[in-house]
Nanobody, 124 residues
């Protein structure tokens, strides 16, 4: 089970840190990704991290502003979001994948488990 948290309302240029907490002892066996769905748009990939944390992947739209990390001892993955823009407004979802990441894991079907979303709203 995945539990996303940390969303909120922030002004453009501000920062937020999202957390995705997982239950179960095999969390380190799963790569983890963050997706987002903006109003009226399809869900899109934002970032992902490999099982060990050695590999990270980003969508071009967030590269250089977002940083994904994980603490397997705490069964938690983080998404640090800096320099937020109004177009980052979306519901953010975390997901876990049993697939070993070799290329950017940007497709929803690569993920086995999904958490509920957390709302991020960036005001201009």
């Amino acid at each position: 089970q995945l539990q996303a948290s940390g969303g909120g309302l922030v002004q453009a240029g501000g920062s937020l840190r999202l957390s995705c907490a997982a239950s179960g002892r095999t969390f380190s066996s799963y790569g983890t990704g963050w997706f987002r769905r903006a109003p009226g748009k399809e869900r899109e990939f934002a970032a992902a991290i490999s099982r060990s944390g050695s590999g990270t992947y980003y969508a071009d739209s967030v590269k250089g502003r977002f940083t994904i990390s994980r603490d397997n001892a705490k069964n938690t993955v983080y998404l640090q979001m800096n320099s937020l823009k109004p177009e980052d407004t979306a519901v953010y979802y975390c997901a876990a994948s049993s697939v070993r990441f070799t290329i950017t894991p940007s497709r929803s079907y690569e993920y086995d488990y999904w958490g509920q979303g957390t709302q991020v709203t960036v005001s201009s």
